[in-house]
Structures are given as structure tokens and as C-alpha cells.
């Protein structure tokens, strides 16, 4: 016997249970909630099924789990107590100042799968990563995508492995001490495959996006569409034992009701954690430089446990790459690479070119921690929306690789890395659809370009995100972390993570305590008991430093020098300070 429900305001007449392969349709039977609620005795786990409404032809349970046959399929039963679970001694862990790493399950390895992705995990346990950040596996229509265009936003996508492969996978990083964070997508669904129309009011017209009208977070209905995802939340933290979420662009959210989706989230995502006796997070990645995403909910904020800080990202891009276009207008100097260490944003509350406006507010570092902010050189986002994916590998030397790194790696920061980013991967990653409307396609071919022209980048080598070879093209090469300039790079991350681990000076996320200082080519970041010293000129330059420093980790060897250490062209030194 299963109990099937779905919310259906929508309907007029009736719901029907369809089970596909006997043909069988059971009535549902309706209350004033607009919810309808079946049994049916000969269903459950591995049953097919789909729901009709007045009618009409059969669609996928909005709250699906499972898409074997895809998100135009039926759904089937997934029963999530079937995992024989082996972590019942995990709880969670704290992530603020961990070391994460975004991997996507598509293009990690060549079989795309999650028990294709185990196999690296004793990669990145002695990489020292903490917590393995998931790309989105809500099933989207298609074989390989990056995964922002899912549209049954409860299930994991089937050629990943389905529910049961996002299982194993967990279970297993927690057998490795790693926790795990994945990435999901709340404020749009895809373009393909989206039926919740059929149901009730999960949209509105009150707002807009770039994707078209708004999820309904504030108009008639938005209750049940907020459980929606908030449900959804919920069961990937219980069902899937996941130890983090973060949730894609949450600036997209339009929520004009009294208590923000986000809040609503944070305080059900706490009380679980304190019932569970486990940690869990919520991260966002937000294009508003507002500090109240990260505060209390008690003290009017949203309660997010941290954010994502492109500001960072951009300020250190900009002042290896020289790059200035677009968004990175702002941005590419010392000075500006030394506010956001220090404040985090770089627009906080000043004109922003890029935007047109004045925009952010500001941090305070007397009050926030640097830890409640996540810091990259690299990430999905800032490799996949170039025009050919490249990596910084591509165009950096490997000492300013190095340079970004250790920036990265001792910034007061919660630190994140992309896949391959620690080997300097020659892979690009591009980004990729595989949608079979042909029609579609051509909009997504068109769409990138009109982007890449939009913001003054040459779009006439773009590859065709339909093109299976633009995917191929983006897995990772495991024969690389063993050899060449890659097996270098890879031994420096390392031993700047193993440093980082050892050293509370170089976790320390008090952002007063955060000081820079520069002269002609360089400059050096203070943190407590040790320097990092960067020499981004052509030529070699003593940089000053107190008697008696003793460089730990040096890209290059350092020479003593009157007044200071000498350091090669494009060249970075972490100094230990004398006591």
C-alpha cells in the first residue's frame, strides 16, 4: 500500500493516480487545502507513476524523487529507507573556514556518474578538502548539462545515478570525513519539462526574472509553494543525509511577504539541526553585497550560515589576469584587492560601473566574521561563462597560479576550490546543454552569444553548447595530477592546505586583523604571525621584512636581502615572523 498526494489547486474536476504499466488510474480524492490523496495497494517502491488532472495527459508528481526514463517520464516510488546507511556516527560539520571543493558530477570523470566520482575521493581527503560542494543533480531534460535548468527539483537526476547513487555517494564521503554541500536551484526551473502549471499557482505574474514570471513566494497560493521548497530543502538534509545546501542566486528570489523565503529557510534548516542533534548549513550565492544575508534572522537578517563573495574573486582575477572588461571594471589593483580582504566587498554602498548605480552595503568588520564569506580564484561560474571556458591555466603563468592560490588559501576567507583547479588543469569547461528540442537548442546557441556580445566579448568562436564534443572536452583528465607542471602546482596546494591546517594564524577570519601593505610590484598580506609576500612585477624585488623571517613555503627560492627577502618575478613566499 503507498500513499500518494499532490498539491493540485488547479484541478477542477478531479486527479488521477496513473500507474503506467498496468494502466490502471485510481481517483483521488480532494480537500479544501488543494491537496488530493490516493492509496493504492499495489504500488510502491520502483512503481511508475504520473498524475492526471481533469483529464489530461499524465505528468510527473511535482514532488518526484526519482525520473528514471526523464523529466518527460512517469515518476517512480523511491523509498529513501531502503540505504543501508553506514554513517550513523556523523554529525555533520562545522564549514565556516573548511576547505571546499566544487566538483560537477557530469565532468569529473568520464562515466559521469557518482559511483564514478568515489574513486577520487581518496584524491581529495589528501588534497585536505573538507566539504565536496555538488554542481545541481536536480534532473534536468537532457543526458550532460551543468545542471542550473532542472526542473523536478526533488528528484537527482538519473544518468548521475539516480537517488540511490546520490546516496551511496554521501554515505561514502562521510566514511572519508568529508562533508558534502550541493547546489540548489530554487528561484527558476528549466525550460523543458516544467509542468507545475498543470497543478496550481507555483508562478506568479506579480514579478518578473530573466526566466520569466517569478516563483510564487508572496501572491495567492505562495504558502504551499514555499513548502514546496522548503520540503525540498528538508529532504535533501534527511533523506540524503547532505551536511550543506547552497542555494543558486538567491537575488533572483522576489518576496515581497513579511518573512523572506530565506529566513523561513534558515530557522527550519536550525530547528532540524537541533532536533537532529547534527550540523547542518545554508550558503547563498548572491549578487547583492548585503551583509544581512549573514545575519541572525532574530536580528532582522536572513540567517544564511555564509555567502558567496564574487567580489573577491573578481579583485584577485582582474589583478593577475590585467582583464577589465564587463564586470571587472572596478576592479585589478592592490588597493582594490585589499579592500576586499579587509571589507569583503568591493561596492558597498559606492557606484558601481559595471551596474550603473550605487550598489552593496557595507561589512563591518568589527561584527562579521570572514568565515560567513567563501573565497575562489576559480569556481563554475567564472571558468563555464567565458566565451571558450578557459582556465586560468590557459593564460596565467604558474607562478601567478601560485600567487591566487595562496591568496586564496590564507585569506580570512572560507576558501573554495573547482575541480582541477589544483593540479592547473588543461581541460577547459565550457558550458554544455543536451536538450532534444532541436528548437531549443538553437535558443541556447543564440542565447550565449547574444550574452557573450552583451558584454563586449568576441563571440564568434563560442562553441555550440548542443555539441557533445563541447562537453567531452570538459572532463577531467586524471592522468594529469601525476606529471609535469601539474603534479608541481598540485604539491603546492597541498602544502598550503597543510599549512593552513596547522597554523590558527592562517585560519584567522578576524578581518581587523587583516593588513596589507605595497610598493612598486608587490605587496605583502599580514596575518598574524606570517607574511605572504607577492611580487607581481617583471623584475626581481626585495620586499621588507622583519629580522629574522623564515619562509615556510616559497614558489621560488627567496634570497635574503638588506631589509627584506628578494623575491623572482611572479613569484609568492608565505614568511613565518619571529616571535
Do not use: K
Not at 550540523?279 to 558567496?308: H, I, K, R
Not at 558597498?348 to 548605480?357: Q, Y
Not at 601567478?400 to 588543461?426: C, D, I, K, N
Amino acid at each position: 500500500m503507498h500513499r500518494f498526494s499532490v498539491w493540485a489547486p488547479a484541478a477542477i474536476t478531479s486527479v488521477d493516480v496513473v500507474l503506467p504499466a498496468s494502466g490502471a488510474r485510481h481517483s483521488m480524492t480532494p480537500s479544501p487545502d488543494g491537496w488530493w490523496t490516493a492509496e493504492v495497494g499495489e504500488a510502491g517502491h520502483g512503481t511508475d507513476y504520473a498524475f492526471s488532472v481533469d483529464g489530461g495527459p499524465p505528468t510527473p508528481d511535482p514532488r518526484s524523487i526519482w525520473q528514471p526514463n526523464g523529466v518527460h517520464g512517469p515518476s517512480r516510488v523511491f523509498d529513501p529507507g531502503l540505504q543501508e546507511w553506514t554513517d550513523t556516527g556523523w554529525r555533520g560539520r562545522d564549514v565556516l573556514g573548511a576547505l571546499f571543493y566544487e566538483l560537477h558530477v557530469g565532468t569529473f570523470t568520464p562515466e559521469g556518474t557518482f559511483d564514478a566520482a568515489v574513486r577520487h575521493l581518496d584524491h581529495l581527503v589528501d588534497l585536505g578538502v573538507d566539504v565536496v560542494e555538488l554542481m545541481p543533480v536536480a534532473a534536468f531534460d537532457g543526458r550532460h548539462g551543468w545542471g542550473y535548468d532542472g526542473v523536478d527539483l526533488h528528484s537527482v537526476h538519473e544518468p548521475y545515478g539516480g537517488p540511490g547513487g546520490l546516496q551511496r555517494f554521501v554515505d561514502t564521503c562521510h566514511s572519508r570525513g568529508l562533508a558534502v554541500c550541493l547546489d540548489v536551484v530554487f528561484n527558476h526551473l528549466g525550460p523543458s519539462g516544467n509542468y507545475l502549471d498543470r497543478f496550481g499557482p507555483y508562478f506568479t505574474t506579480r514579478h518578473t526574472t530573466p526566466w520569466g514570471p517569478a516563483v510564487n513566494l508572496d501572491d495567492e497560493g505562495s504558502v504551499e509553494v514555499r513548502r514546496w521548497i522548503c520540503d525540498a530543502v528538508i529532504r535533501w538534509l534527511t533523506d540524503f543525509h547532505i551536511d550543506a545546501l547552497r542555494l543558486d542566486a538567491v537575488h533572483a528570489f522576489v518576496d515581497g511577504s513579511d518573512r523572506h523565503l530565506l529566513a523561513q529557510l534558515s530557522d527550519e534548516v536550525a530547528a532540524l539541526s537541533a532536533s537532529a542533534g547534527r550540523t547542518y548549513a545554508v550558503l547563498a550565492e548572491t549578487d547583492l553585497n548585503d551583509p544581512a544575508t549573514v545575519e541572525p534572522t532574530s536580528a532582522g537578517g536572513l540567517g544564511m550560515t555564509a555567502q558567496w563573495s564574487d567580489d573577491f574573486h573578481h579583485a584577485l582575477h582582474a589583478l593577475l589576469t590585467g582583464e577589465r572588461q564587463a564586470y571587472y571594471c572596478d576592479f585589478g589593483t592592490v588597493e582594490v584587492l585589499t579592500r576586499t580582504l579587509t571589507q569583503v566587498f568591493r561596492h558597498a554602498g559606492d557606484h558601481s560601473t559595471f551596474r550603473g548605480l550605487d550598489w552593496g552595503r557595507p561589512v563591518d568588520p568589527a561584527r562579521h566574521r570572514g568565515h560567513a564569506f567563501l573565497g575562489y580564484l576559480q569556481n563554475h561560474d567564472q571558468i563555464g561563462n567565458r566565451a571558450l571556458g578557459d582556465r586560468n591555466g590557459a593564460t596565467l603563468s604558474l607562478g601567478r597560479l601560485a600567487v591566487g592560490a595562496a591568496l586564496v588559501l590564507t585569506s580570512p576567507f572560507t576558501p573554495l576550490l573547482f575541480m582541477g583547479e589544483e593540479w592547473a588543469a588543461s581541460t577547459p569547461w565550457r558550458y554544455f546543454s543536451d536538450f532534444p528540442d532541436e528548437r531549443l537548442g538553437d535558443q541556447v546557441r543564440a542565447g550565449r552569444r547574444a550574452e557573450f556580445a552583451r558584454f563586449g566579448w568576441d563571440a564568434t568562436d563560442v562553441p555550440d553548447p548542443q555539441d557533445p564534443e563541447t562537453r567531452e572536452v570538459s572532463v577531467l583528465d586524471w592522468t594529469e595530477p601525476g606529471r609535469g607542471v601539474h603534479a608541481l602546482i598540485l604539491r603546492w596546494h597541498r602544502d598550503l592546505i597543510r599549512l593552513r591546517r596547522a597554523e590558527p594564524d592562517l585560519r584567522d577570519d578576524d578581518l581587523t586583523r587583516v593588513r596589507v601593505s605595497s610598493g612598486d610590484g608587490w605587496f605583502t598580506v599580514h596575518r598574524g604571525g606570517f607574511d605572504v609576500l607577492v611580487n607581481l612585477g617583471e623584475h626581481p624585488v626585495t620586499i621588507p621584512v622583519p629580522p629574522g623571517a623564515v619562509p615556510v613555503l616559497e614558489w621560488e627560492p627567496v634570497r635574503p636581502a638588506d631589509g627584506g627577502l628578494e623575491l623572482p618575478p611572479d613569484s609568492v613566499a608565505v614568511v613565518r615572523l619571529p616571535r
